[in-house]
């Protein structure tokens, strides 16, 4: 019976949902492992592909891959094997690769506050560094040889988070080059007049990738953004209000309930004062009121009568 419940809870839930959103808007996720990439060595055409391999276990941005690159000219793959911290790290160990592979480039890996691992009997190295741009730069070496490597990408990651947003003109926008890395964002609501057009998304998502740095084994950060377009579906401004936020010091203390399917309400504590925070999935629109300054959520008695109820 519970089940029986929970099910048409859940399908009542997207359905009140869906009828805010115009059924033309689409995320579509696509979080990858995997990334091919197209580039030169020595003005060579070349093949690049990694996979991630393992995962460093305290940062989800450092973690080994597996892979190889070739010469388009010769279709010949040479395996590789290294690090992703931000850049790219890869050795190729002739005979001996399957056998490093499965000894060295296992369990927690530390290289973001200090290097990584170095090797010196490999057969061939390469470091690319990530910069800015849409070309990324390192070096092959070959015994006590130096090429060139330029890469075609503007990230070197092979995870990223991919979220598709397709709009009614066929545009699309990658979310994660437009709001974050981190992902978590559904679409709630969507609304459109006669001068703008709203999209609000709702997020959940990690406060750190580094589980060691700041709020990183905190709860996740959630809450919703509106994005604000123009009626060419150009961007023109993005908000964020948090409902949960270790980075921002946000504090959800209870949600409201409303008269209404279309009408969200939180009680926030944030900047040492209680706030409503409502969220109108009609016309996809916010609205923020301070309730009480200097107020203590821990000690207060208007809090206890507040949260009691």
């Not at 793959?77 to 690090?83: A, N, R």
């Not at 050795?91 to 480039?105: A, R, V």
Request: charged residues 25%; aromatic residues 14%; positive net charge.
């Amino acid at each position: 019976m519970k089940k029986i419940l929970s099910l048409s809870t859940l399908l009542l839930s997207c359905f009140l949902l869906s009828q805010f959103i115009n059924p033309k808007i689409t995320l579509k996720k696509d979080w990858v492992q995997s990334e091919t990439f197209k580039g030169f060595v020595a003005g060579k055409n070349i093949t690049l592909h990694l996979e991630h391999y393992q995962i460093s276990g305290w940062h989800d941005k450092v973690f080994s891959v597996t892979g190889w690159y070739q010469y388009d000219q010769y279709q010949q793959k040479i395996p590789l094997i290294g690090y992703y911290n931000g850049d790219l790290l890869l050795y190729n160990f002739g005979e001996n690769q399957k056998k490093i592979e499965q000894t060295k480039f296992v369990g927690d890996l530390f290289c973001w506050t200090e290097p990584c691992p170095a090797f010196s009997d490999y057969k061939e190295f390469l470091e690319i560094k990530q910069g800015d741009g849409k070309i990324q730069k390192g070096k092959l070496k070959i015994q006590d040889k130096e090429f060139t490597i330029k890469l075609n990408t503007q990230s070197l990651d092979v995870t990223s988070r991919n979220e598709w947003l397709h709009l009614p003109n066929g545009k699309v926008y990658n979310l994660l080059d437009i709001l974050d890395g981190y992902g978590g964002n559904e679409i709630v609501s969507t609304f459109e007049d006669k001068t703008e057009n709203r999209i609000m998304l709702s997020f959940e998502r990690d406060s750190n990738f580094n589980k060691q740095g700041m709020c990183g084994a905190s709860p996740p950060e959630t809450g919703y953004r509106l994005l604000t377009f123009d009626k060419n579906w150009k961007i023109k401004e993005m908000q964020v209000y948090s409902t949960n936020s270790c980075l921002d010091d946000v504090e959800c203390m209870k949600e409201m309930q409303t008269k209404y399917d279309y009408m969200k309400a939180y009680y926030l504590y944030f900047q040492d004062s209680l706030n409503l925070l409502t969220i109108n999935l009609k016309n996809s629109t916010f609205g923020v009121k301070k309730l009480r300054s200097n107020y203590n959520p821990y000690s207060s008695f208007w809090s206890k009568r507040l949260f009691s109820k």
